[in-house]
T-cell receptor
């Protein structure tokens, strides 16, 4: 079983739509959670960290459900520039053992 | 620019040749990671350094792959006797150690080195 699983999509949505992605992780000992954005043939860039209480950054809202072991990302009022692949990342860090596990990504296409 | 720097950006090599990539992390970051990414997949963990110590190496990594971080600053990743299956984007990332916290700082990625083995 993969450490992190995501729906690969693609999600095709019109401009202005609200879209949500989910991600599940397998290890309950996971400590830190992130969403990254990756444009085609570019490196991943941090979109936002995900905190237990949930957090918002402009049009983006991230939620963490530890009991069900899933993370979500909500994008409101989608823009054409939001078209990208969104990677869910889970970190297990205990002392010197510190690894980041990536999902395969969810592709978002925002259409005019 | 004080971000993570990788060199070269692109490398085309013939099967059987050796290649070496370099990564310069953000200067105050103790942790350095190498990942490999192929089309349609998320980054796959290769190896991880904390300062100069290589703390973990993926069992997916064959003996043809070796990485070093001799002075705890820049790192190199060498692939010997390259194979066509090694064609991928090789990503380096760094992060600081956060002490006294229950969460970890995210990774900061370089632009990557795109390897094509012909």
């Amino acid at each position: 079983r993969k450490e992190v699983e995501q729906d690969p999509g693609p999600f095709n949505v019109p401009e202005g739509a609200t879209v949500a992605f989910n991600c599940t992780y397998s290890n309950s000992a996971s400590q830190s959670f992130f969403w990254y954005r990756q444009d085609c043939r570019k490196e991943p860039k941090l979109l936002m960290s995900v905190y237990s209480s949930g957090n918002e950054d402009g049009r983006f809202t991230a939620q963490l459900n530890r009991a069900s072991q899933y993370i979500s990302l909500l994008i409101r009022d989608s823009k054409l520039s939001d078209s990208a692949t969104y990677l869910c990342v889970v970190n297990k860090g205990v002392g010197n053992f510190n690894k980041f596990y990536f999902g395969s990504g969810t592709k978002l296409n925002v259409k005019p | 620019d004080t971000g993570v720097s990788q060199d070269p950006r692109h490398k085309i090599t013939k099967r059987g040749q050796n290649v070496t990539f370099r990564c310069d992390p953000i200067s105050e970051h103790n942790r350095l990671y190498w990942y490999r990414q192929t089309l349609g997949q998320g980054p796959e963990f290769l190896t991880y350094f904390q300062n100069e110590a290589q703390l973990e190496k993926s069992r997916l990594l064959s003996d043809r792959f070796s990485a070093e971080r001799p002075k705890g600053s820049f790192s190199t990743l060498e692939i010997q006797r390259t194979e066509q299956g090694d064609s991928a984007m090789y990503l380096c990332a760094s992060s600081p150690i956060m002490t006294g916290l229950t969460y970890n700082s995210p990774l900061h990625f370089g632009n990557g080195t795109r390897l094509t083995v012909t």
